[in-house]
């Protein structure tokens, strides 16, 4: 169906002429039915192949090799962030009517209901005038895989299909695609950087890594015994569900195209590279059940992780959370209430985890919390500080001081235009505002040494940084104010998994150092299993569960735990 | 926009007015300055100017060559010794363009409809001396007035003085029947109104076949109108345009009358002393005014007098720049180093940017510093003119005595300069009630060297009308209030 | 002669006017010179659009920062040249002869822009400082605020600015020109406050300015430090699109005789008095034309140009 051979993508530089790769030699050929996973950090290059499948090169041109089809295929390509490939000013119907008109469909409207039962949307009728704002995420996820189908593709490339979607909706998302393919037989082509759905989802997983492959073999095989270096560090960095262990980070950041080290692309991080591995790449060559482009692939199994330290007995209470309630007025008078008598209990130096899908209220405790949200019963106790039930700009300075922040998206919660040396020193300002200039030069160091950033990334802006060094500034801008609390929301979501190790890693050991308390809001459970020691669950604004984490996550009592514990463990390792 | 209606409006012209050319039919133009509401009543505000000249008479008409007033409708006049009664003697077998007799009654009509408390039309303001009209013996009516007017002929030369058939006052509008020499044929105040040949005129068979009137909004246009031979000649034009026209054309400067100035408030703080009134008027070098601000032949140099440079009662008055003369006597009244003064103008007539920049700049020798403000036209009449001590004005042309009495009577509505002197007042009746002409003269000709000498209008030139004609066309050199249409010829 | 018959404002308008070539030489000069501007400048360059427009703004400065020093003459003076009263024809003496009143018209053309380049800068900064502020400030405020105000404004937008400056020209006969800058400012200000709050909405909903409410900052920090310079690229586009509306503004009110006094030399007035002319004296028309439109076409393309180099539409911004 698809045979790519000796693919390389890039661009020439403007002024200088030179070419660059973004993918380099690859190989790849897929049959009709069958389904390839496409795993690797971001800039690894797995999008770019996928989109260039796809024939969407915009800007990019193909240096070397080629895609051989037959004639006319039929390739659709659902693309990443349903919400923002949708127009947002279409309604449903008229999108797909669209895309059945391009297509030549004749009874097109019959075709649109027959595509929406196809991806098991309820209700097609009413759906198809919507606009796409008022679909929830998984159903507009939905919406853009019967796009792609409308053309009945042969081939079908997902970019990212699952992110920003909870676990049980990617659960059922993947079992619709499977049950898809079966019916109509086309070729699926996975790209995700998550690791628990390719194995759900791909019979053969492809390992990228700088614009190539470096292994390649059956799913199951790569995920439990893969042998090149990267893939045993792409799995060791996933957070375990079953135990508690900290996932163990990769080292350094892979490499940008045009700045790929001469030899083994990995060498720079790998633990066991040598000369040779510096000086000539690799081939992808078969070795035992996969194939695998390292000189050295490793054979036996053994696992580094490390368990992370319970918190120790006799801490004090730091913050107390009395039956809250918050209450929206929504469009034509209902109340809705995003917070039912929800109370949590929290000791210095812990850490609570607080679980829940999209719309549980978990984000919206956190803005109570920090004072931007104004609940409507209930009390929030702060030890030490009268003014905590205020909302935020009514609070002391001293009390504002107490609880910071860190949010999800690193890239959208550091200010593009202030050098990080700027962001960090804007909170210490706020606090200590007679701080003299070296107090504050030697705050911001000492911070940054933190969270193990140095001096040179001071007068950088944050796009110049990785998301991980962007996450790692975000909670040193929080850890600068050295609050009592720290509230942490859905901080590593937004982050490869071998980044997610290392910012797990780096908040264990701040704690350990700084001897704050934090709260971790997460959908996922592996997460939260390696680093809390409470847990809350929480399902549309009230508390399902709440006690110590490996009690719940080993014992669940309540129904509705144990199922998010059972499709988190259906598509995790 | 303004251009898409130019176009559409020549292409009109252009359309329409081929066929009619064969004929000896001569084409001008007006400038729809009423729109749609243009009609044939001589007395309505929103009279077709271009259209009443041709189809009505007046009893008397000024003569060619000055204002006074000549036999028209009335062949002969009389009053009375005190001046306030008149007989009007009519001229005999003259008929309307419908066929009636013209005759004493439809004089009757005309006048007192135009003096009914009713009536709103202007020309009631010029004609309110007419206490009574009535039809006299032996073809005449008798005119009563309010008070002693030795020139009582001169207001019935007032354009709109127009005699109208008897009863015909609700249809005028339309009609459009007089006694002159053209009778309408079509009026389309907004395309073309068509005029024909009144046969029966009683002062001679028109020359010309017919007479064409169309609407042309834009000067442009009109002028570019007048270079594609649409149109024969163009009433008013300006010298940028006649040097674009070259020389395929005849130009007539034509003495209007009119005038524009500055006025100084004579009982101002800084304008009371009458030296410092005469030195700001002396400075002035009139001749280069008018070349500057006007053009060459634009006007005719005045010597701050109103009357008309055509009116039989001008004074001779010499006024040549002098700069020693006006620092001398603002030395005198205290301003030896020299005067500031503020101007208000706006941009409602074209001629006051270009005199005020030119005497700007003339004053400045004499020490004189103008400084020009300029105010929306909205604005003007209303909060500025006879508000602030020194503005731009414009008069149109009237009659001495008008003029005298309407601008510069003490209490009169329009004494722009607050010229208030008693003996002035007195000798301005004096001379209206004064039956010898020689006696009437001199009365005049003192009022006019009085405002010379101490008054608070700047004059500095009477406007001559730039009339641009067809080669082919003959047409007398005068005012188009005075122009018998009779005459008009066209090869 | 010159400097007293100046009117008042306009001699504040040549003062002002100085200041503003010269900055824009030192800008200009300093964009050249400086790396990251320049590479900016060369962005800009890189659209056809921008190419012209920095031409033109180029030679705009040029013109008026030496223009006056190679002329003799001075805008003002009336010759008397014998026979010829006035339209002196074109030749070694005056270049483009002279105008209806015997004044050198090249000199006239080169001053012409004074007034108006004066006027409509101070008048854009103004707009566009209290636009942008007003702008920022309202998508920090609670929600019921944002609304009213807008709605206010609206109802303000639909008013005619020149309705307000005929009232504001009759009310103040004596302060003209400069009663420009406050009144058409305002006007001119909703518009940017429309565009710049339309932006800032979306700067306010992300997390660096929760973070810093969270944090406690005060409003008015937040929206100097964390939501302005984020904004700075849509009120730089602002800055130099709305400049050209106001030169367009200028030019209408000035076309009327409201801005500049006679004799002051303004292009838009010479268009005014010379549009009869453009037939029997063409040169005398042409160059004020020429100069206004390069002037409006230099800084509207030159705003595209940066717009593309920056990467915003332009399209999104409405006019007045």
């Known amino acids: ?573 | 926009m303004r251009k898409y209606f130019l176009a559409a409006t020549v292409c009109a012209a252009m359309i329409s007015t081929i066929p009619l050319a064969m004929a000896k039919t001569l084409n001008f133009a007006h400038d729809l300055s009423f729109g749609a509401e243009s009609n044939m009543d001589p007395i309505d505000g929103n009279r077709l100017y271009e259209a009443i000249i041709l189809t009505y008479n007046r009893l008397v008409r000024p003569s060619y060559k000055t204002e006074e007033p000549e036999a028209s409708l009335a062949t002969s006049w009389s009053s009375n010794d005190k001046a306030d009664v008149w007989t009007f003697k009519l001229r005999d077998g003259v008929t309307f363009h419908d066929g009636s007799a013209f005759g004493p009654e439809d004089v009757v009509y005309t006048f007192k409809r135009i003096i009914d408390p009713n009536t709103k039309s202007a020309v009631k303001a010029v004609l309110d001396i007419i206490k009574d009209v009535r039809a006299g013996e032996d073809n005449s009516v008798i005119f009563e007035l309010n008070s002693s007017h030795a020139d009582f002929p001169l207001l019935l030369i007032d354009y709109r003085a127009r005699i109208i058939p008897e009863g015909s006052g609700d249809t005028i509008a339309d009609t459009g029947i007089g006694t002159g020499p053209f009778k309408l044929k079509t009026l389309d105040a907004e395309g073309i109104s068509e005029f024909v040949r009144f046969d029966d005129y009683w002062d001679g068979k028109p020359q010309l076949d017919g007479i064409n009137v169309t609407a042309i909004a834009d000067a442009g246009a009109r002028q570019q109108a007048l270079a594609a031979g649409q149109i024969d000649l163009l009433l008013g034009a300006t010298e940028e345009q006649q040097n674009a026209l070259g020389d395929g054309f005849n130009y007539q400067h034509i003495p209007s009358g009119a005038w524009r100035g500055i006025v100084f408030n004579t009982q101002s703080e800084e304008f009371k002393d009458w030296r410092v009134r005469k030195a700001l008027r002396i400075l002035a070098d009139r001749e280069q005014i008018i070349k500057r601000a006007l053009g060459e032949n634009g006007g005719i140099v005045s010597c701050d007098d109103p009357v008309a440079p055509t009116d039989p009662y001008l004074a001779k008055i010499d006024c040549p720049q002098d700069i020693e003369g006006a620092k001398a006597l603002l030395a005198e009244a205290g301003h030896k180093d020299g005067l500031d003064i503020e101007v208000f103008t706006a941009p409602l007539d074209p001629t006051w940017a270009p005199l005020l920049e030119v005497y700007q700049a003339q004053a400045a020798k004499a020490g004189v510093k103008v400084k020009i403000t300029s105010v929306p036209s909205d604005g003007f009449w209303n909060d500025v003119w006879m508000k602030k001590s020194a503005t731009t004005t414009y008069w149109g042309g009237r009659p001495a005595d008008q003029i005298l009495n309407e601008a510069f009577r003490s209490g009169a509505k329009w004494n722009e300069t607050y010229w208030n002197v008693p003996e002035f007042d007195a000798q301005l009746d004096v001379a209206r009630s004064e039956l010898d002409p020689e006696k009437r003269k001199e009365d005049y000709r003192e009022l006019q060297v009085e405002l010379f000498e101490k008054g608070g209008a700047f004059i500095p030139f009477h406007l001559n009308t730039l009339r641009v004609v067809a080669k082919d066309v003959t047409i007398p050199a005068v005012p188009s209030a005075a122009l018998r249409w009779s005459d008009v010829t066209k090869n | 002669m010159m400097a007293f018959l100046d009117p008042i404002s306009y001699y504040l308008a040549d003062k002002i006017y100085y200041l503003v070539c010269t900055a824009m030489f030192i800008t200009m000069v300093g964009l050249v010179v400086i790396k990251p501007s320049r590479r900016l400048l060369g962005r800009i360059w890189r659209h056809w659009n921008g190419r012209v427009g920095l031409c033109f703004i180029a030679a705009h400065i040029l013109i008026s920062v030496f223009g006056p020093w190679l002329i003799p003459h001075d805008p003002y003076t009336q010759f008397d040249l014998g026979e010829i009263a006035r339209y002196y024809p074109p030749g070694l003496e005056f270049p483009l002869g002279t105008d209806d009143r015997n004044r050198d018209f090249l000199a006239r053309v080169v001053s012409g822009g004074r007034a108006a380049i004066a006027v409509t800068c101070l008048t854009a900064i103004l707009a566009i400082s209290w636009g942008a502020f007003a702008g920022i400030f309202l998508t920090l405020m609670p929600r019921w605020v944002d609304g009213v105000v807008m709605r206010i404004v609206d109802a303000l937008i639909s008013v005619p600015w020149l309705a307000f400056l005929l009232l504001a020209m009759t009310l103040f006969a004596g302060a003209r020109g400069f009663s420009f800058v406050p009144i058409v400012g305002f006007f001119y200000s909703l518009a940017v406050l429309r565009v710049v709050r339309a932006h800032a909405t979306t700067i306010v909903a992300l997390d660096y300015v929760t973070a810093a409410r969270a944090r406690g900052h005060r409003i008015s920090w937040i929206a100097f430090h964390e939501v302005l310079p984020n904004c700075r690229d849509v009120i730089l586009v602002e800055l130099a699109m709305r400049w050209t509306w106001l030169l367009l503004a200028f030019a209408v009110a000035s076309f009327f005789g409201l801005m500049v006094e006679i004799p002051a030399p303004d292009w838009s007035l010479m268009i005014a008095s010379s549009r009869t002319l453009f037939l029997s004296y063409p040169y005398l028309f042409w160059p004020p034309v020429i100069m206004l439109s390069t002037l409006v076409i230099g800084i509207n393309f030159t705003a595209d140009g940066l717009a593309k180099a920056i990467g915003l539409d332009r399209r999104a911004a409405d006019m007045v």
Do not use: W
């Not at chain 1, 690797?40 to 999008?47: A, I, L, P, R, T």
């Not at chain 1, 659902?78 to 309604?91: E, F, K, R, Y």
């Not at chain 1, 439990?224 to 990769?250: F, M, W």
């Not at chain 1, 919660?413 to 007679?434: G, M, S, W």
């Open chain 1, 1 to 573: 169906m698809l045979d790519i051979r000796e693919l390389s993508v890039g661009y020439t530089e403007n002024i200088s002429g030179r070419k660059v790769e973004i993918l380099s030699r690859v190989n790849l050929s897929i049959a009709g039915g069958e389904t390839l996973g496409l795993v690797g950090e971001s800039g690894s290059g797995k999008s770019t192949l996928g989109y260039a499948i796809a024939g969407h090169l915009s800007g990019l041109e193909i240096q070397n090799g080629s895609i051989d089809t037959k004639e006319n295929p039929r390739i659709a390509l659902v693309q990443q962030n349903a919400g923002q490939a949708l127009t947002p000013t279409m309604s449903i119907g008229r999108q797909l009517n669209e895309v059945l008109k391009y297509a030549q469909v004749k009874n097109r409207t019959e075709k649109a209901f027959e595509l929406m039962e196809g991806v098991r949307l309820p209700d097609p009728k009413s759906l198809m005038k919507r606009l796409p704002h008022q679909l929830s995420g998984g159903q507009q996820q939905r919406v853009l895989i019967a796009l792609a189908l409308a053309r009945n593709p042969e081939i079908l490339v997902l970019d990212e299909p699952t992110t920003a979607l909870d676990a049980s909706t990617k659960e059922t998302l993947l079992e619709l695609l499977a049950a898809l393919q079966k019916s109509q037989g086309f070729a699926m082509l996975i790209v995700s950087h998550d690791l628990g759905i390719i194995r759900t989802a791909c019979a053969e997983t492809a390992v990228m890594y700088a614009g190539a492959f470096v292994e390649l073999g059956n799913t199951e095989k790569i995920i439990k015994g893969g042998h090149h270096p990267y893939t045993r560090a792409l799995v060791e960095a996933l957070p375990h569900i079953e135990e508690r262990l900290l996932p163990n980070a990769i080292e350094g950041t892979p490499p940008k195209p045009g700045a790929r080290p001469e030899g083994c692309a990995f060498a720079p991080r790998c633990l066991y590279a040598e000369d040779k591995c510096r000086h000539a790449v690799p081939p992808l060559a078969p070795a035992q059940d996969t194939k695998v482009a390292c000189f050295f692939p490793l054979v036996d199994l053994r696992k580094t992780s490390t368990a992370v330290p319970e918190p120790g007995e006799g801490k004090e209470r730091l913050l107390a959370v009395n039956n809250i309630s918050v209450q929206f007025k929504q469009h034509g008078g209902q109340i809705f209430k995003a917070l039912d008598d929800v109370s949590i209990s929290l000791n210095t130096g812990e850490t609570l985890g607080i679980i829940g899908e999209s719309g549980s209220g978990k984000s919206t405790l956190l803005r109570c919390l920090a004072g931007l949200q104004n609940y409507s019963a209930g009390e929030m106790i702060l030890e030490g500080a009268e003014d905590f039930d205020r909302p935020v700009e009514k609070r002391k300075r001293a009390t504002q001081r107490r609880l910071q922040m860190v949010f999800q998206n690193p890239s959208t919660a550091l200010n593009p235009n202030h050098t990080i040396e700027r962001i960090l020193e804007i909170p210490y300002a706020l606090y200590e505002p007679k701080s003299s200039r070296s107090e504050r030069s030697n705050a911001i160091r000492r911070e940054l040494d933190l969270v193990r950033l140095t001096d040179q990334h001071l007068i950088k802006r944050p796009r110049e940084l990785s998301g991980g060094e962007l996450q790692r500034v975000a909670l040193a801008r929080g850890l600068i104010a050295r609050p009592d609390l720290l509230l942490l929301d859905e901080i590593t979501s937004a982050l490869d998994v071998s980044v997610q190790a290392a910012v797990l890693d780096l908040l264990v050991k701040i704690q350990r150092s700084v001897g704050c308390a934090m709260i971790l809001v997460s959908h996922d459970i592996a997460v939260m299993r390696s680093i809390s020691h409470k847990l809350v669950v929480l399902k549309n604004g009230r508390i399902v569960e709440a006690g110590l984490t490996e009690q719940i996550l080993s014992h669940p009592k309540e129904a509705y735990t144990q199922s998010l514990i059972k499709s988190a463990k259906a598509i995790t390792a």
